[in-house]
T-cell receptor
Framework: KNEVEQSPQNLTAQEGEFITINCSYS?????LHWLQQHPGGGIVSLFM???GKKKHGRLIATINIQEKHSSLHITASHPRDSAVYIC???????????????FGQGTILTVHP | DSGVTQTPKHLITATGQRVTLRCSPR?????VYWYQQSLDQGLQFLIH???????AKGNILERFSAQQFPDLHSELNLSSLELGDSALYFC?????????????FGEGSWLTVV
């Protein structure tokens, strides 16, 4: 079993729909990242969370440390949101390396017009 | 544009060969991280350098090595290449080693071993 699990693996939506991607992890963490990877490969960091909730435009990320769970929500989805969304955690035992991340397998999101 | 520059963008080489991937971090960033993304293993952390010193190692093979130079650019050296080393190699940077700063990723270097 992977230490970081995402669901669903694939998600198809119609433009305008509200989307939720989930991430569960089995270890103690000090931070969780949500990343976006577009076709062609480039990765963009969307959020870094250690508690609570963050919002940026139509994107909202939440984390529940006690339940070891995070969600990424996209409101009013748009075809340009089509990408792979990856959850990554920095374990509490990661020492002094902030970038020593463990990644989920990614969620492929396709938004149709 | 993240400000992290990786070269080359694409590379095709034969088994047994050696290649060097280069990364220039964002201006002012002292930390450089290397990651590998392959079809079967997904994204994996390889190694972290901070201001020229190795800070952490992940699933990096002994055939692979890295270094960070005084000007803070970094190189990932892959030797005795095997077909399974074909992957997208990402470099990322951040300001400090263990701060809450965002990690910025480069566009990646696509390596194909034939």
């Amino acid at each position: 079993k992977n230490e970081v699990e995402q669901s669903p693996q694939n998600l198809t939506a119609q433009e305008g729909e509200f989307i939720t991607i989930n991430c569960s992890y089995s270890v103690g963490i000090s931070a969780l990242h949500w990343l976006q990877q577009h076709p062609g490969g480039g990765i963009v960091s969307l959020f870094m969370l250690s508690s609570g909730k963050k919002k940026h435009g139509r994107l909202i990320a939440t984390i529940n440390i006690q339940e070891k769970h995070s969600s990424l929500h996209i409101t009013a989805s748009h075809p340009r949101d089509s990408a792979v969304y990856i959850c990554a955690v920095r374990m509490s035992a990661g020492g002094t390396s902030y970038g020593k991340l463990t990644f989920g397998q990614g969620t492929i999101l396709t938004v149709h017009p | 544009d993240s400000g992290v520059t990786q070269t080359p963008k694409h590379l095709i080489t034969a088994t047994g060969q050696r290649v060097t991937l280069r990364c220039s971090p964002r201006s002012g960033d002292l930390s450089v991280y290397w990651y590998q993304q392959s079809l079967d293993q997904g994204l994996q952390f390889l190694i972290h350098y901070y201001n020229g010193e190795e800070r952490a190692k992940g699933n990096i093979l002994e055939r692979f090595s890295a270094q960070q130079f005084p000007d803070l650019h970094s190189e990932l050296n892959l030797s005795s290449l095997e077909l399974g080393d074909s992957a997208l190699y990402f470099c990322a940077s951040s300001v400090r080693a263990n701060s809450g700063n965002t990690i910025y990723f480069g566009e990646g270097s696509w390596l194909t071993v034939v």
